[in-house]
């Protein structure tokens, strides 16, 4: 049988590549928006449910396929939520990770350790066709800490800062496995995996 086949409604390399790892062991074949001329939507909402619905719907209409977004974020304590959901445009236009965390870093420059709690939060929407009336839509966390200076190399965005207690390291310093088990996208995917199972019947 030949896998499912869904769109990414994302134009986000980090993104693209972590959902990747993470549906190929689930027989589930993805393809980046790109692939069917799909830009950026305009992100208008005030909540990361709206954004990703603006997101799965566009991908959607356009590639006539099943599509799957994602929004997400970091929300810093300290900063009364922000960058929230401006997370990837937080030093403005173009969007640039490197920018985003300097200016992060200068936000919480008073800050001092023991304050600087963070989390990550990931909503993904699924919609079957472009008017699915009923979007399945999860949401997940991930708790941690803003460091004082970048540590680590893998992942993307804000990885280099977010510092996991219980792990010791910062999400950049995790491998890709780890991450993925972990990360609040990892665990809003299982959670959606578990939510498209069927049914059981009953009697
Ligand atoms: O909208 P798409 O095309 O998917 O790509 P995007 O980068 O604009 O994505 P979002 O609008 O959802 O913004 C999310 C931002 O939050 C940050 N972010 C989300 N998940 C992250 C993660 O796992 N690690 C690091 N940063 C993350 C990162 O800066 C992202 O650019
Ligand atoms: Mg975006």
């Not at 993805?30 to 305009?42: R, T, W």
């Not at 699924?126 to 803003?146: F, K, N, T, Y």
């Given at each position: 049988?030949s896998?499912a086949?869904?769109?990414?409604?994302?134009?986000?390399?980090?993104?693209?590549?972590?959902?990747?790892?993470?549906?190929?062991?689930?027989?589930?074949?993805?393809?980046?928006?790109?692939?069917?001329?799909?830009?950026?939507v305009?992100?208008t909402?005030?909540?990361?449910?709206?954004?990703?619905?603006?997101?799965a719907?566009?991908?959607s209409?356009l590639?006539?396929?099943?599509?799957?977004?994602?929004?997400?974020?970091?929300?810093?304590d300290?900063?009364?939520?922000?960058?929230?959901?401006?997370?990837?445009?937080?030093?403005?236009?173009?969007?640039?990770?490197?920018?985003?965390?300097a200016?992060?870093?200068e936000?919480?420059?008073?800050?001092?350790?023991?304050?600087?709690?963070?989390?990550?939060?990931?909503?993904?929407?699924?919609?079957?066709?472009?008017e699915d009336?009923?979007p399945?839509?999860?949401?997940r966390?991930?708790?941690?800490?803003?460091l004082?200076?970048p540590?680590?190399?893998?992942?993307?965005?804000?990885?280099?800062?977010?510092?996991?207690p219980?792990?010791q390291?910062?999400?950049a310093?995790?491998?890709?496995?780890?991450?993925?088990?972990?990360?609040?996208?990892?665990?809003?995917?299982?959670?959606?995996?578990?939510?498209?199972a069927?049914?059981?019947?009953?009697?």
């Amino acid at each position: 049988m030949s896998p499912a086949l869904l769109v990414l409604a994302s134009g986000n390399a980090g993104k693209l590549r972590e959902f990747h790892q993470l549906l190929a062991p689930l027989g589930l074949e993805v393809h980046a928006q790109a692939d069917y001329g799909v830009a950026d939507v305009e992100e208008t909402g005030l909540t990361f449910v709206e954004n990703a619905l603006l997101k799965a719907r566009e991908a959607s209409r356009l590639s006539g396929l099943p599509a799957l977004a994602d929004d997400s974020g970091l929300e810093v304590d300290a900063l009364a939520g922000a960058p929230g959901i401006y997370s990837a445009r937080y030093a403005g236009e173009p969007k640039s990770d490197t920018r985003n965390n300097a200016r992060l870093l200068e936000a919480l420059a008073e800050v001092p350790e023991g304050r600087r709690r963070a989390r990550y939060w990931c909503v993904l929407v699924l919609l079957r066709h472009a008017e699915d009336p009923v979007p399945l839509i999860v949401q997940r966390s991930w708790e941690g800490e803003i460091l004082q200076a970048p540590r680590g190399e893998g992942g993307f965005g804000y990885d280099p800062l977010f510092w996991l207690p219980d792990q010791q390291a910062s999400a950049a310093e995790l491998d890709a496995e780890q991450k993925n088990r972990l990360s609040h996208r990892g665990r809003a995917l299982q959670a959606l995996v578990a939510a498209m199972a069927p049914e059981p019947a009953r009697s």
